[in-house]
């Protein structure tokens, strides 16, 4: 049966053969194509989706005009975005202006690295992948601050400000509900966490504490990639788009860009930390059922938990009003952060006891 | 009872939230709730709604007769002066004279389709069509004669 992870070992055969000592340096440079290849793939079809299931729940049609139902409509938008002017405002700081977007895809490229696309493929399987992730997914604020600073617009300094309060605040609830699952599995490496949930996801696993931390993660995830009704950092209604008000062609394209890859790579962990990333659905002590599952793919299965999160996510976006910022904090300081915490207790006391299955 | 109002105010929300998802999934779930028309494509088979104002017209019936008595109620009741009757008076054979219209004009151009009019007009003689392609090369186009050439009032309305 095809599989990537045999493809990849290949590959490494032939080119320790061939290319001897270089070996690691082009394997960087193939990662890096594909992982650029994934962002460009990944924003077509993420920011369509997001249109067609806007459209639907709204009782719309959508996009339907470019190409077969609409499904060129993405590649339009960015031909159109690459051939717009990048206009940089007068008094801007231009330095920071210029870095910001780039810092924001940055993060976005970094968080890439310890997630596990299928079986055996994982560009960096870090012992703290954890731990990384939430390290790592905390330095986009200094991108959207620093686009808000240096555009000297009052709509984006807001914008960046409030976004600041948000993503360090919702942080912590991020980090509860990820503390459970490693509580759980006793592991901060990636592969680890996803062998330990080899008998069962850890969200059948876990009981209802990870039932709680689940929702509570999928709330603070929306909350740290800006997405409504987190979105007061863009507010379209109140501070025109936000920190990204003063950005145009290209510029703007890669925030919009790191906004989606941002919700691709938090669905990705939230599935591997709940949902067991690549691995089957397997029931212990069901041999036959667990065998039949085993012939699905790990990458359609990884794949598959991902869009539905997505899917989830792009829900929440559509359904639900935009918060206040008082309401806002009071959301996570009164309520998910005492619930996680509870919680976390919780599910040590499982993990202690072995209550677990 | 702070805890109890705090987990009754977690699980209100909760449950509004989800109730929420519930309708907007319902429609993602059901594309044949979609509103949108497609209307250049699905202009043969165009569905409009029933209280749809399109323009004023006047009924005719297969007689070319049409029941408007001239009363100019709905001249008097349109707020920008769409309507303009033109009245005479027709003599019947015994050398009566009766009031009746000469010509109904309407302008289109002017009309904001209030409905006024056509719930002034004591004997229905208007109602809203559905058209609404209205759009013509020379203004002039839009001030329309209502009633047909040659129409007369149907007997019996008064």
């Known amino acids: 049966m095809f599989s990537f992870q045999q493809l990849a070992q290949q590959t490494h055969a032939w080119l320790q053969q061939h290319t001897g000592s270089f070996t690691v340096l082009v394997e960087c440079a193939i990662v890096a194509v594909f992982a650029i290849t994934l962002f460009a793939v990944l924003g077509l079809v993420l920011v369509l989706l997001e249109r067609k299931v806007a459209a639907h729940i709204q009782i719309r049609v959508g996009p339907n005009r470019v190409g077969p139902a609409g499904l060129l409509q993405t590649v339009a938008d960015t031909l159109k975005l690459l051939m717009k002017e990048g206009l940089v405002p007068n008094l801007a700081d231009k330095f920071l202006f210029n870095l910001a977007p780039f810092i924001v895809m940055m993060v976005a490229m970094l968080l890439l690295a310890p997630v596990a696309f299928a079986r055996g493929i994982q560009i960096w399987d870090i012992n703290i992948g954890v731990l990384y992730i939430s390290a790592i997914s905390s330095i986009s604020v200094i991108g959207i601050l620093m686009a808000g600073w240096s555009s000297n617009n009052k709509y984006a300094m807001l914008g960046a400000m409030r976004s600041g309060a948000q993503i360090v605040s919702y942080e912590l609830s991020a980090g509860f509900s990820v503390l459970c699952i490693v509580v759980l599995s006793g592991s901060l490496r990636i592969s680890d966490i996803i062998a330990a949930q080899e008998n069962g996801w850890w969200i059948f696993k876990g009981h209802i504490p990870v039932l709680i931390s689940f929702v509570i993660f999928i709330i603070a995830v929306t909350a740290e990639t800006n997405r409504a009704p987190f979105d007061l950092a863009e507010a379209e209604s109140e501070l025109t788009a936000g920190f990204h008000t003063e950005y145009s062609g290209m510029r703007f394209a890669l925030f919009f860009l790191a906004e989606y890859i941002n919700i691709f790579i938090v669905c990705a962990i939230g599935a591997t930390l709940f949902f067991g990333g690549w691995m089957p659905l397997h029931i212990a002590h069901w041999e036959g059922f667990n065998h039949v599952m085993d012939y699905i793919p790990s990458s359609v299965w990884f794949m598959g938990k991902t869009f539905a999160l997505i899917l989830l996510i792009m829900w929440f976006r559509w359904t639900f009003p935009r918060l206040r910022v008082d309401q806002l904090l009071t959301l996570e300081w009164k309520y998910l952060l005492p619930i996680g915490l509870f919680n976390l207790l919780l599910v040590a006391i499982i993990a202690i006891m072995g209550w677990h299955f | ?158």
Not at chain 2, 31 to 37: A, K, R, W
Not at chain 2, 41 to 65: I, K, Y
Not at chain 2, 120 to 127: E, G, N, R
């Open chain 2, 1 to 158: 009872m702070f805890l109890k109002e705090y987990i009754s105010d977690v699980y209100q929300g909760v449950r509004s939230l989800l109730k929420g998802m519930k309708k907007t999934g319902y429609y993602f779930v059901h594309p044949s709730e979609i509103i949108t028309q497609q209307y250049p494509d699905n202009r043969e088979q165009l569905h409009l709604p029933e209280r749809f104002r399109g323009e004023v017209v006047m009924t005719h019936d297969e007689n070319n007769e049409h029941a408007c008595t001239g009363c100019t109620a709905c001249e008097l009741a349109c707020p920008n002066g769409t309507i303009k009757i033109i009245t005479k008076f027709d003599v019947s054979p015994e050398g009566k004279k009766k009031k009746a219209i000469d010509t109904f004009i309407y302008h289109l151009e002017l009309c904001t389709m209030c409905n006024l009019c056509i719930e002034a007009c004591p004997t229905d003689a208007i109602k809203m069509a559905q058209t609404f392609e209205h759009s013509v090369f020379n203004r002039n186009l839009l001030t329309k004669k209502l009633n047909l050439p040659n129409s007369k009032i149907r007997e019996g309305v008064e």
